[in-house]
């Protein structure tokens, strides 16, 4: 098959997806049975493939491209990067990489002073798990049932979904029920019931480990695979007091729900804690170049100044993502994308959820903040029923024949546009979700 690098005029759907199913072995997936949508562009929040068709993102990627497609100043920068050097090894000292390290601390908590960087999200949390390790002395790492945290060793240990199963190679993982009132594990009524016996139950899974083995408590500020699980009151504070108790380091990962995403820099800004140790990716410079990193807290980083950090990747800062995280950040504080998350995300977009709601009997529950919020699909509301994966398949191709990309996960759909999307795009969207959604309603009781 003939590659028209620089003939796009050669280039079909069909060919493209010829090419991939031919030479590209998917991630989380059965290989003979795929059928991959072909995208040939992007700007902005909308998509289109050689035929034409466009598509407006509701989904931004997997929850990364928090500042858009093919943002000006990002390529530019990464063009200017481009000419003046492409790589280098994380030993040097590379002004792109300081550059982007002074950017992130700068939004970060004042106890925070350094950033290791990474390739992505999952070796992010590889990394906090070590230092933390390290750093405690100590080997256990708890963490939540209800979380994704990534696909390498350690990551996908921590991780409490399904597809740890198949990969339980890492030592030392214990995981825990994190509060999620609509499925209460707990028989909770209420979001004060709910955060106290999620802590209670916590606090004696700790006990039952032994709290001296025990390095990190790693949690995602707010679950985003797990479904948008916004902790309720007081739930986070509770961490915290339970870490500091014990000793405990308490890792943030902040992979899908910071930059921006929540309508602040990092969504645990919203429950008033500071973490020992934050990861991140994604929103960082919206995966134009693949990066991400651990922020790490001054007394931690402190203990490094005269312990051997045993850690390292050859893409550690790479210059070119460096660029890109720069121009990012430097582009959503000029264009206020962080307050055009929240401003759009808690206005227009939930306040239309919600509507949504009250005409479809198929949505069971809106819940989430800023750019990130879910819609929970059921066939009865008063038994929570979820709606079947044949019907969730099908729900997601009407969407996006529709001309909608959704991130659909189980029984729900999580609507998590670009921070940077008009309301009218919202609007947009919010119509065909409205149409679509018309259609299945006979699903539910």
């Known amino acids: 098959m003939k590659l028209a690098m620089n003939m796009a005029d050669e280039l079909t759907n069909d060919s493209v997806r010829d090419l991939d199913r031919s030479y590209v072995f998917h991630s989380w997936s059965t290989q003979g049975q795929l059928n991959p949508m072909v995208i040939a562009g992007a700007k902005g929040c909308q998509l289109w493939d050689y035929s034409g ?92 049932y209800r979380s994704y945290h990534g696909n390498t060793g350690s990551a996908i240990v921590a991780t409490g979904d399904w597809r740890r199963v198949p990969n339980e190679f890492a030592r030392g993982h214990v995981h825990f029920f994190n509060p999620y009132l609509y499925r209460s594990e707990f028989g909770s009524a209420s979001e004060q019931e709910e955060s106290q016996r999620a802590l209670n139950h916590l606090r004696r899974v700790i006990e039952c480990e032994g709290p001296t083995s025990i390095a990190a408590i790693l949690l995602e500020s707010i679950p985003g695979t797990a479904g948008i699980l916004l902790p309720p009151a007081g739930y986070m504070q509770g961490v915290r007091a339970l870490a500091d108790e014990f000793g405990i380091v308490l890792i943030l990962d902040e992979v899908m729900a910071g930059f921006g995403r929540t309508g602040r820099w990092f969504a645990f800004e919203h429950f008033d804690i500071t973490p020992d140790l934050i990861t991140f990716a994604k929103g960082v410079n919206s995966g134009y170049v693949p990066a991400g990193g651990v922020l790490i807290s001054e007394s931690i980083s402190r203990y490094f100044d005269d312990h051997f950090f045993a850690g390292g990747l050859t893409y550690s800062g790479h210059p070119l993502a460096m660029a890109a995280i720069v121009a990012t950040i430097d582009a959503m504080e000029e264009e206020g994308v962080v307050e055009n998350a929240a401003k759009i995300g808690d206005g227009v977009l939930r306040s239309g959820l919600e509507s949504l709601m009250e005409k479809h009997p198929l949505i069971g529950e809106v819940r989430g903040i800023g750019m990130f919020q879910a819609l929970e ?63 299945f309603d006979r699903l539910a009781a």
């Open 53 to 144: 068709k466009t598509w407006l993102d509701f989904s931004s990627q997997l929850v990364n491209v928090n500042i858009g497609y093919q943002h000006p100043k990002v390529l530019a920068a990464m063009k200017e990067q481009l000419e003046s050097l492409v790589t280098i090894a994380p030993a040097t000292a590379n002004a792109t990489r300081g550059e982007a390290a002074r950017r992130i601390v700068a939004h970060a908590p004042d106890s925070f002073k350094k950033v290791f960087f990474t390739n992505a999200g999952a070796d992010a949390n590889e990394n906090a798990i070590r230092m933390a390790r390290m750093y405690t002395g100590r080997d256990k790492v708890l963490s939540a």
């Open 377 to 439: 699909l059921v066939t009865d509301r008063e038994k929570k029923t979820p709606v079947p994966a044949a019907d969730m398949a099908a729900l997601k191709a009407a969407l996006t024949e529709a001309g909608l990309l959704c991130f659909v996960v189980e029984n729900r759909i999580h609507v998590v546009p670009p921070c940077t999307i008009s309301a009218e795009e919202v609007a947009q969207g919010l119509a065909i979700l409205d149409e679509v959604l018309g259609r």
